[in-house]
Protein backbone atom coordinates (compact mmCIF):
# COMPACT_ATOMS: atom_id res chain seq x y z
CA UNK A 1 0.00 0.00 0.00
CA UNK A 2 2.79 2.31 0.79
CA UNK A 3 4.42 2.11 -2.67
CA UNK A 4 1.31 2.27 -4.22
CA UNK A 5 0.94 5.92 -2.55
CA UNK A 6 4.81 6.82 -3.14
CA UNK A 7 3.80 6.02 -6.72
CA UNK A 8 0.42 8.45 -6.78
CA UNK A 9 2.59 11.42 -5.61
CA UNK A 10 5.36 10.75 -8.11
CA UNK A 11 3.12 12.49 -11.17
CA UNK A 12 1.57 15.38 -8.73
CA UNK A 13 5.14 16.05 -7.85
CA UNK A 14 6.44 16.56 -11.35
CA UNK A 15 3.33 18.79 -12.03
CA UNK A 16 4.30 21.52 -9.49
CA UNK A 17 7.84 21.48 -10.81
CA UNK A 18 6.56 21.76 -13.98
CA UNK A 19 4.07 24.86 -13.16
CA UNK A 20 6.70 26.05 -10.43
CA UNK A 21 9.36 26.30 -13.59
CA UNK A 22 6.82 28.07 -16.09
CA UNK A 23 5.94 30.86 -13.49
CA UNK A 24 10.02 31.43 -13.41
CA UNK A 25 9.79 31.67 -17.10
CA UNK A 26 7.11 34.19 -17.04
CA UNK A 27 8.88 36.28 -14.57
CA UNK A 28 12.12 36.15 -16.49
CA UNK A 29 9.85 37.57 -19.46
CA UNK A 30 8.04 39.88 -17.63
CA UNK A 31 11.36 41.48 -16.15
CA UNK A 32 13.42 41.53 -19.88
CA UNK A 33 13.00 44.64 -21.17
CA UNK A 34 10.53 45.05 -24.07
CA UNK A 35 11.96 45.30 -27.56
CA UNK A 36 11.28 48.35 -29.25
CA UNK A 37 8.77 47.54 -32.74
CA UNK A 38 10.67 48.82 -35.99
CA UNK A 39 9.26 51.74 -37.10
CA UNK A 40 7.62 50.44 -40.88
CA UNK A 41 9.23 52.93 -43.62
CA UNK A 42 5.42 52.46 -44.96
CA UNK A 43 1.90 52.93 -43.22
CA UNK A 44 -0.59 50.96 -43.92
CA UNK A 45 -4.07 51.60 -43.28
CA UNK A 46 -5.61 48.07 -42.30
CA UNK A 47 -8.56 49.33 -40.37
CA UNK A 48 -9.93 51.36 -42.96
CA UNK A 49 -9.36 48.39 -45.74
CA UNK A 50 -11.61 46.42 -42.88
CA UNK A 51 -14.01 49.17 -42.10
CA UNK A 52 -15.21 49.70 -45.88
CA UNK A 53 -16.44 45.89 -46.22
CA UNK A 54 -18.57 46.76 -43.68
CA UNK A 55 -20.13 50.16 -44.37
CA UNK A 56 -23.20 50.89 -45.71
CA UNK A 57 -23.63 51.66 -49.63
CA UNK A 58 -23.88 54.94 -50.27
CA UNK A 59 -26.97 56.57 -51.56
CA UNK A 60 -27.35 56.56 -55.72
CA UNK A 61 -26.36 60.00 -57.26
CA UNK A 62 -30.09 62.03 -58.19
CA UNK A 63 -30.14 62.48 -62.05
CA UNK A 64 -28.40 65.87 -61.73
CA UNK A 65 -25.04 64.30 -60.34
CA UNK A 66 -25.80 61.36 -62.92
CA UNK A 67 -26.06 63.86 -65.76
CA UNK A 68 -22.88 65.67 -64.55
CA UNK A 69 -20.47 62.34 -64.58
CA UNK A 70 -21.91 61.42 -67.93
CA UNK A 71 -21.02 64.60 -69.51
CA UNK A 72 -17.72 64.65 -68.26
CA UNK A 73 -16.30 61.16 -68.16
CA UNK A 74 -18.73 59.10 -70.22
CA UNK A 75 -16.96 57.74 -73.22
CA UNK A 76 -18.45 59.05 -76.74
CA UNK A 77 -19.04 56.30 -79.18
CA UNK A 78 -16.16 57.09 -81.20
CA UNK A 79 -14.26 56.46 -78.42
CA UNK A 80 -15.47 53.00 -77.76
CA UNK A 81 -15.05 51.94 -81.04
CA UNK A 82 -11.34 53.13 -81.15
CA UNK A 83 -10.68 51.21 -77.79
CA UNK A 84 -12.07 48.18 -79.32
CA UNK A 85 -10.05 48.17 -82.51
CA UNK A 86 -6.92 49.29 -80.41
CA UNK A 87 -7.36 46.31 -77.88
CA UNK A 88 -8.82 43.81 -80.28
CA UNK A 89 -11.85 43.14 -77.79
CA UNK A 90 -15.31 42.13 -79.28
CA UNK A 91 -18.76 43.99 -78.65
CA UNK A 92 -20.39 42.39 -75.62
CA UNK A 93 -22.41 43.39 -72.79
CA UNK A 94 -19.80 44.58 -70.89
CA UNK A 95 -18.78 46.99 -73.48
CA UNK A 96 -16.22 49.90 -72.41
CA UNK A 97 -18.81 52.30 -72.19
CA UNK A 98 -20.73 49.97 -69.16
CA UNK A 99 -17.09 48.85 -67.31
CA UNK A 100 -16.80 52.65 -66.94
CA UNK A 101 -20.43 53.65 -65.54
CA UNK A 102 -19.48 50.31 -63.44
CA UNK A 103 -16.25 50.94 -62.43
CA UNK A 104 -17.18 55.21 -61.14
CA UNK A 105 -20.25 53.50 -59.42
CA UNK A 106 -17.98 51.30 -57.38
CA UNK A 107 -15.97 53.62 -56.06
CA UNK A 108 -18.27 56.43 -56.21
CA UNK A 109 -20.83 54.18 -53.98
CA UNK A 110 -18.02 52.82 -51.95
CA UNK A 111 -19.51 49.93 -52.79
CA UNK A 112 -15.42 48.46 -52.93
CA UNK A 113 -15.16 44.73 -54.45
CA UNK A 114 -19.13 43.77 -54.33
CA UNK A 115 -18.99 41.61 -57.49
CA UNK A 116 -22.40 40.45 -56.18
CA UNK A 117 -23.99 43.75 -54.96
CA UNK A 118 -22.74 45.39 -58.05
CA UNK A 119 -24.99 42.56 -60.29
CA UNK A 120 -27.93 43.29 -58.08
CA UNK A 121 -28.02 47.22 -58.71
CA UNK A 122 -27.22 46.48 -62.19
CA UNK A 123 -30.76 44.41 -62.69
CA UNK A 124 -32.65 46.43 -60.28
CA UNK A 125 -31.71 50.21 -60.82
CA UNK A 126 -28.88 50.64 -63.53
CA UNK A 127 -25.71 52.34 -62.90
CA UNK A 128 -25.48 56.18 -64.18
CA UNK A 129 -25.61 56.00 -67.85
CA UNK A 130 -26.25 51.85 -68.25
CA UNK A 131 -29.77 50.99 -68.12
CA UNK A 132 -31.13 47.54 -66.19
CA UNK A 133 -29.61 44.74 -67.59
CA UNK A 134 -28.62 40.98 -66.33
CA UNK A 135 -25.17 40.60 -65.54
CA UNK A 136 -23.97 37.96 -63.36
CA UNK A 137 -21.76 38.35 -60.73
CA UNK A 138 -19.01 35.69 -62.17
CA UNK A 139 -18.96 37.78 -65.39
CA UNK A 140 -18.67 41.03 -63.68
CA UNK A 141 -15.70 39.52 -61.37
CA UNK A 142 -13.75 37.96 -64.69
CA UNK A 143 -13.91 41.38 -66.91
CA UNK A 144 -12.18 43.28 -63.92
CA UNK A 145 -9.77 40.80 -63.88
CA UNK A 146 -9.27 41.42 -67.65
CA UNK A 147 -10.17 44.33 -68.88
CA UNK A 148 -7.85 46.42 -70.60
CA UNK A 149 -6.73 48.95 -67.76
CA UNK A 150 -5.00 51.05 -70.84
CA UNK A 151 -8.66 52.26 -71.82
CA UNK A 152 -9.30 53.97 -68.41
CA UNK A 153 -5.79 55.81 -68.45
CA UNK A 154 -6.83 56.79 -72.17
CA UNK A 155 -9.41 58.49 -70.45
CA UNK A 156 -7.77 60.34 -67.73
CA UNK A 157 -5.93 61.80 -70.13
CA UNK A 158 -8.06 62.89 -72.30
CA UNK A 159 -10.35 64.27 -69.48
CA UNK A 160 -7.56 65.76 -68.05
CA UNK A 161 -7.79 68.74 -70.75
CA UNK A 162 -11.36 69.20 -70.62
CA UNK A 163 -11.48 69.70 -66.59
CA UNK A 164 -8.12 72.73 -67.59
CA UNK A 165 -10.31 74.47 -69.96
CA UNK A 166 -13.22 74.34 -67.28
CA UNK A 167 -11.04 75.30 -64.54
CA UNK A 168 -9.56 78.51 -66.25
CA UNK A 169 -12.92 79.64 -67.19
CA UNK A 170 -13.76 79.68 -63.52
CA UNK A 171 -12.36 83.19 -62.02
CA UNK A 172 -11.61 82.64 -57.84
CA UNK A 173 -9.21 84.27 -55.51
CA UNK A 174 -5.56 82.52 -55.18
CA UNK A 175 -3.55 83.14 -51.97
CA UNK A 176 -0.67 85.93 -52.03
CA UNK A 177 2.07 83.83 -52.72
CA UNK A 178 0.20 81.52 -55.81
CA UNK A 179 -1.43 85.10 -56.70
CA UNK A 180 2.22 86.56 -56.72
CA UNK A 181 3.92 84.06 -58.93
CA UNK A 182 1.37 83.11 -61.23
CA UNK A 183 2.49 85.89 -63.12
CA UNK A 184 6.11 85.30 -63.04
CA UNK A 185 6.26 81.27 -63.96
CA UNK A 186 4.04 79.58 -66.63
CA UNK A 187 2.94 76.87 -63.99
CA UNK A 188 3.34 75.90 -60.25
CA UNK A 189 3.65 72.48 -59.95
CA UNK A 190 4.65 70.32 -56.95
CA UNK A 191 5.94 66.31 -57.74
CA UNK A 192 5.95 63.60 -54.87
CA UNK A 193 5.90 60.17 -54.82
CA UNK A 194 3.04 58.00 -53.05
CA UNK A 195 3.11 54.50 -52.01
CA UNK A 196 -0.06 52.13 -52.42
CA UNK A 197 -1.19 50.31 -49.82
CA UNK A 198 -0.84 46.33 -49.27
CA UNK A 199 -3.12 44.25 -51.28
CA UNK A 200 -5.40 41.52 -49.62
CA UNK A 201 -4.10 38.09 -50.02
CA UNK A 202 -7.07 35.88 -50.75
CA UNK A 203 -6.74 34.47 -54.34
CA UNK A 204 -4.28 33.05 -56.65
CA UNK A 205 -0.35 33.54 -55.84
CA UNK A 206 -0.81 36.23 -53.20
CA UNK A 207 -1.18 33.38 -51.28
CA UNK A 208 1.67 32.25 -51.26
CA UNK A 209 3.90 35.29 -49.61
CA UNK A 210 3.89 35.36 -45.96
CA UNK A 211 3.50 39.07 -45.27
CA UNK A 212 0.54 41.30 -47.66
CA UNK A 213 2.43 42.22 -50.68
CA UNK A 214 1.90 46.03 -51.56
CA UNK A 215 0.30 48.06 -54.80
CA UNK A 216 3.33 49.38 -55.48
CA UNK A 217 3.62 53.53 -56.08
CA UNK A 218 2.41 56.54 -58.13
CA UNK A 219 3.99 59.28 -59.06
CA UNK A 220 2.23 62.76 -59.41
CA UNK A 221 2.76 66.14 -60.96
CA UNK A 222 0.13 68.18 -59.63
CA UNK A 223 -0.36 71.99 -60.64
CA UNK A 224 -0.58 73.25 -57.07
CA UNK A 225 -2.99 76.17 -58.48
CA UNK A 226 -6.18 74.42 -59.99
CA UNK A 227 -5.44 70.85 -57.98
CA UNK A 228 -5.79 69.06 -61.19
CA UNK A 229 -2.70 66.39 -62.32
CA UNK A 230 -0.43 67.46 -64.83
CA UNK A 231 0.83 63.81 -65.24
CA UNK A 232 0.81 60.32 -63.35
CA UNK A 233 3.25 57.69 -63.56
CA UNK A 234 3.23 53.77 -61.78
CA UNK A 235 5.92 52.12 -60.39
CA UNK A 236 5.08 48.04 -59.85
CA UNK A 237 8.03 47.85 -57.41
CA UNK A 238 6.30 49.44 -53.90
CA UNK A 239 10.40 50.40 -53.18
CA UNK A 240 11.08 52.16 -55.87
CA UNK A 241 12.84 55.64 -55.27
CA UNK A 242 11.98 58.55 -56.52
CA UNK A 243 14.56 59.25 -57.96
CA UNK A 244 13.76 56.90 -60.82
CA UNK A 245 11.51 59.01 -61.93
CA UNK A 246 13.21 61.78 -62.86
CA UNK A 247 13.54 60.87 -66.85
CA UNK A 248 9.69 61.27 -66.75
CA UNK A 249 9.52 64.15 -64.50
CA UNK A 250 12.36 66.28 -66.81
CA UNK A 251 10.34 65.33 -69.78
CA UNK A 252 6.93 66.39 -68.68
CA UNK A 253 7.80 69.88 -66.78
CA UNK A 254 7.34 72.67 -69.34
CA UNK A 255 9.66 75.52 -69.81
CA UNK A 256 9.44 78.11 -67.41
CA UNK A 257 7.98 76.22 -64.63
CA UNK A 258 8.56 76.92 -60.62
CA UNK A 259 8.57 73.11 -59.37
CA UNK A 260 7.99 72.41 -55.90
CA UNK A 261 10.26 69.19 -54.78
CA UNK A 262 10.59 67.24 -51.70
CA UNK A 263 13.88 66.15 -50.47
CA UNK A 264 13.98 62.65 -51.76
CA UNK A 265 14.63 64.38 -55.19
CA UNK A 266 17.87 65.64 -54.08
CA UNK A 267 20.03 64.79 -57.30
CA UNK A 268 22.88 66.93 -58.07
CA UNK A 269 23.16 65.56 -61.67
CA UNK A 270 19.24 66.74 -62.43
CA UNK A 271 19.58 69.55 -60.43
CA UNK A 272 22.23 70.96 -63.39
CA UNK A 273 19.26 69.92 -66.25
CA UNK A 274 16.47 71.88 -64.29
CA UNK A 275 18.94 75.22 -64.41
CA UNK A 276 19.71 74.86 -67.99
CA UNK A 277 18.78 78.11 -69.71
CA UNK A 278 16.94 76.61 -72.31
CA UNK A 279 14.22 75.26 -69.99
CA UNK A 280 14.26 77.91 -67.40
CA UNK A 281 13.02 75.72 -64.49
CA UNK A 282 12.90 77.62 -61.17
CA UNK A 283 13.41 74.84 -58.15
CA UNK A 284 12.49 75.02 -54.67
CA UNK A 285 13.61 71.66 -52.56
CA UNK A 286 14.46 71.51 -48.72
CA UNK A 287 18.26 71.31 -48.01
CA UNK A 288 19.40 67.96 -46.32
CA UNK A 289 21.60 68.89 -43.26
CA UNK A 290 24.30 66.44 -45.23
CA UNK A 291 25.03 68.45 -48.33
CA UNK A 292 27.95 70.32 -47.95
CA UNK A 293 27.83 74.11 -48.64
CA UNK A 294 30.49 76.32 -49.74
CA UNK A 295 29.44 80.14 -48.89
CA UNK A 296 29.89 82.06 -52.52
CA UNK A 297 28.47 85.10 -51.35
CA UNK A 298 26.15 86.74 -48.72
CA UNK A 299 22.62 88.46 -49.27
CA UNK A 300 21.33 89.02 -46.00
CA UNK A 301 21.70 87.51 -42.81
CA UNK A 302 19.25 88.78 -39.84
CA UNK A 303 17.58 87.12 -36.74
CA UNK A 304 15.16 85.45 -39.21
CA UNK A 305 16.54 85.40 -42.46
CA UNK A 306 19.94 83.85 -44.35
CA UNK A 307 20.36 84.30 -47.95
CA UNK A 308 23.25 82.55 -49.36
CA UNK A 309 24.70 82.06 -52.52
CA UNK A 310 26.52 78.92 -52.07
CA UNK A 311 28.48 75.91 -54.12
CA UNK A 312 26.93 72.30 -53.78
CA UNK A 313 28.74 69.04 -55.17
CA UNK A 314 31.69 68.29 -56.30
CA UNK A 315 33.53 67.83 -59.71
CA UNK A 316 31.29 67.45 -62.85
CA UNK A 317 28.45 68.07 -60.59
CA UNK A 318 29.23 71.54 -58.97
CA UNK A 319 27.17 73.65 -59.10
CA UNK A 320 25.99 77.71 -57.61
CA UNK A 321 22.54 77.17 -55.95
CA UNK A 322 20.95 79.82 -53.48
CA UNK A 323 20.39 79.02 -49.67
CA UNK A 324 17.87 80.66 -47.79
CA UNK A 325 16.98 79.76 -44.23
CA UNK A 326 14.11 81.64 -42.43
CA UNK A 327 13.72 81.18 -38.73
CA UNK A 328 9.67 80.58 -37.77
CA UNK A 329 8.53 79.53 -34.28
CA UNK A 330 11.56 78.19 -32.82
CA UNK A 331 13.13 76.25 -35.59
CA UNK A 332 15.08 77.09 -38.76
CA UNK A 333 13.84 76.13 -42.18
CA UNK A 334 16.58 75.27 -44.98
CA UNK A 335 15.44 75.76 -48.65
CA UNK A 336 17.82 75.55 -51.91
CA UNK A 337 16.94 77.02 -55.09
CA UNK A 338 18.54 77.86 -58.30
CA UNK A 339 17.02 81.15 -58.77
CA UNK A 340 20.12 83.09 -57.86
CA UNK A 341 18.44 86.54 -58.14
CA UNK A 342 16.73 87.70 -54.54
CA UNK A 343 15.06 90.28 -56.30
CA UNK A 344 13.21 88.18 -58.55
CA UNK A 345 12.25 85.41 -55.60
CA UNK A 346 12.88 86.61 -52.25
CA UNK A 347 13.47 84.70 -49.14
CA UNK A 348 10.14 84.67 -47.73
CA UNK A 349 8.29 84.23 -50.84
CA UNK A 350 10.74 80.93 -51.25
CA UNK A 351 9.26 79.59 -47.88
CA UNK A 352 5.75 80.60 -48.43
CA UNK A 353 5.60 78.92 -52.19
CA UNK A 354 7.26 75.90 -50.77
CA UNK A 355 4.49 75.55 -48.27
CA UNK A 356 2.26 75.11 -50.96
CA UNK A 357 3.38 71.59 -51.70
CA UNK A 358 1.65 69.55 -49.55
CA UNK A 359 -1.59 70.28 -52.07
CA UNK A 360 0.01 67.18 -53.28
CA UNK A 361 0.13 65.72 -49.89
CA UNK A 362 -3.74 66.46 -49.65
CA UNK A 363 -4.23 64.97 -53.22
CA UNK A 364 -3.02 61.64 -51.66
CA UNK A 365 -5.01 61.69 -49.07
CA UNK A 366 -8.39 62.20 -51.07
CA UNK A 367 -8.02 59.48 -53.43
CA UNK A 368 -6.42 56.91 -50.45
CA UNK A 369 -8.82 57.76 -47.67
CA UNK A 370 -11.74 59.45 -49.47
CA UNK A 371 -12.02 57.75 -52.51
CA UNK A 372 -10.82 54.37 -51.30
CA UNK A 373 -7.63 53.78 -53.31
CA UNK A 374 -6.27 52.67 -49.52
CA UNK A 375 -8.62 49.42 -50.44
CA UNK A 376 -7.87 47.40 -53.61
CA UNK A 377 -10.67 45.25 -54.80
CA UNK A 378 -8.44 42.44 -56.07
CA UNK A 379 -5.08 41.39 -56.25
CA UNK A 380 -4.56 41.29 -59.39
CA UNK A 381 -1.92 44.28 -61.73
CA UNK A 382 -4.50 44.98 -63.93
CA UNK A 383 -7.39 45.39 -61.56
CA UNK A 384 -5.31 48.03 -59.14
CA UNK A 385 -4.54 49.84 -62.29
CA UNK A 386 -8.03 49.76 -62.97
CA UNK A 387 -9.02 50.77 -59.76
CA UNK A 388 -6.24 53.95 -60.01
CA UNK A 389 -7.17 55.66 -63.15
CA UNK A 390 -10.89 55.20 -62.55
CA UNK A 391 -10.02 56.69 -58.75
CA UNK A 392 -8.06 59.50 -60.15
CA UNK A 393 -11.52 60.28 -62.40
CA UNK A 394 -13.72 60.54 -59.85
CA UNK A 395 -11.22 63.31 -58.04
CA UNK A 396 -11.53 64.86 -61.33
CA UNK A 397 -15.41 65.05 -60.98
CA UNK A 398 -15.62 66.11 -57.06
CA UNK A 399 -12.06 68.69 -57.87
CA UNK A 400 -14.47 70.25 -60.83
CA UNK A 401 -17.85 70.64 -58.41
CA UNK A 402 -15.23 71.57 -55.65
CA UNK A 403 -14.09 74.63 -57.87
CA UNK A 404 -17.75 75.61 -58.90
CA UNK A 405 -18.81 75.84 -55.29
CA UNK A 406 -15.74 78.32 -54.77
CA UNK A 407 -16.71 80.36 -57.58
CA UNK A 408 -19.96 80.76 -56.01
CA UNK A 409 -19.04 81.81 -52.54
CA UNK A 410 -16.29 83.74 -54.03
CA UNK A 411 -13.59 81.91 -51.94
CA UNK A 412 -10.46 80.63 -52.13
CA UNK A 413 -10.18 77.22 -53.95
CA UNK A 414 -8.15 75.58 -50.86
CA UNK A 415 -11.09 77.15 -48.95
CA UNK A 416 -13.71 74.50 -49.97
CA UNK A 417 -13.41 71.28 -48.08
CA UNK A 418 -13.58 68.83 -50.74
CA UNK A 419 -14.55 66.00 -48.56
CA UNK A 420 -17.96 68.43 -47.31
CA UNK A 421 -18.39 68.81 -51.03
CA UNK A 422 -19.05 65.16 -51.66
CA UNK A 423 -20.39 64.32 -48.68
CA UNK A 424 -22.87 67.42 -49.18
CA UNK A 425 -23.90 65.53 -52.30
CA UNK A 426 -26.54 62.99 -50.26
CA UNK A 427 -28.22 66.30 -48.73
CA UNK A 428 -28.77 67.59 -52.17
CA UNK A 429 -29.87 64.02 -53.49
CA UNK A 430 -32.83 64.15 -50.75
CA UNK A 431 -33.58 68.36 -51.03
CA UNK A 432 -33.98 67.05 -55.31
CA UNK A 433 -36.27 64.30 -54.47
CA UNK A 434 -38.71 66.37 -52.60
CA UNK A 435 -38.52 69.25 -55.28
CA UNK A 436 -36.70 71.87 -52.89
CA UNK A 437 -33.10 71.88 -55.24
CA UNK A 438 -32.22 71.78 -58.49
CA UNK A 439 -28.61 72.86 -59.06
CA UNK A 440 -26.06 71.14 -57.07
CA UNK A 441 -23.89 73.84 -57.03
CA UNK A 442 -26.42 76.41 -56.26
CA UNK A 443 -27.82 74.26 -53.40
CA UNK A 444 -24.48 73.48 -51.84
CA UNK A 445 -23.43 77.57 -52.10
CA UNK A 446 -26.19 77.89 -50.16
CA UNK A 447 -25.97 75.74 -47.35
CA UNK A 448 -21.83 76.55 -47.18
CA UNK A 449 -22.07 77.05 -43.89
CA UNK A 450 -24.15 74.12 -42.28
CA UNK A 451 -22.62 71.96 -44.55
CA UNK A 452 -19.10 73.00 -43.65
CA UNK A 453 -17.99 73.11 -47.31
CA UNK A 454 -15.93 76.41 -45.83
CA UNK A 455 -12.49 75.08 -44.19
CA UNK A 456 -11.94 76.39 -40.41
CA UNK A 457 -8.63 78.37 -40.14
CA UNK A 458 -6.45 76.63 -37.54
CA UNK A 459 -4.44 78.69 -35.77
CA UNK A 460 -1.20 76.68 -36.95
CA UNK A 461 -2.12 77.77 -40.06
CA UNK A 462 -3.13 81.32 -39.83
CA UNK A 463 0.11 83.06 -39.03
CA UNK A 464 3.28 83.05 -41.66
CA UNK A 465 5.50 85.54 -43.25
CA UNK A 466 3.49 88.71 -44.23
CA UNK A 467 3.84 88.91 -48.02
CA UNK A 468 1.74 92.06 -47.85
CA UNK A 469 3.92 93.48 -46.62
CA UNK A 470 6.97 92.76 -48.79
CA UNK A 471 8.08 95.47 -51.50
CA UNK A 472 6.91 94.08 -55.16
CA UNK A 473 9.54 93.01 -57.06
Not at 244 to 258: D, E, H, K, N, Y
Not at 393 to 399: T, W
Amino acid sequence: MASKKKNRKKPIKRARKLIKKLRADRRKEQNQPKRKKKKRSVRHTRAIQTDRTKRQLVAPPDEKVSARLGELIKPSQDEAQSWLAQFGLRWRKLNPSVMVALVISLIWRQIGAGGREAARLLQLAGLLWVPTMVISQQAISQRRRTFPAAIFFQLLISRLTVFEQRSQARQRRLPPALAWAQQRYQTIVAADGSTLDALLRKVGLLREPEKHPLAGKIMTVLNVCTLLPQAIWFEPDAKASDQRFWPQLLASIPTGALLLLDGGFTNFKQFIQLSNPARQITFIIPAKSNLVFVVQQVFAKSPQIHDYLVWIGSGDDRQLLRLVKLYYHGQWYTYLTNELNPDQLPAPYVAALYGHRWRIEDAFKIIKRLFGLAYFWTGSQNGVELQRWATWLVYLVVLDLRDAVAQALNQPLLAISMEMVYRGLYHFGQAYANGQADDPVAFLGLHAKLLGLVKSCLPSQSHWFDLTSLPDP
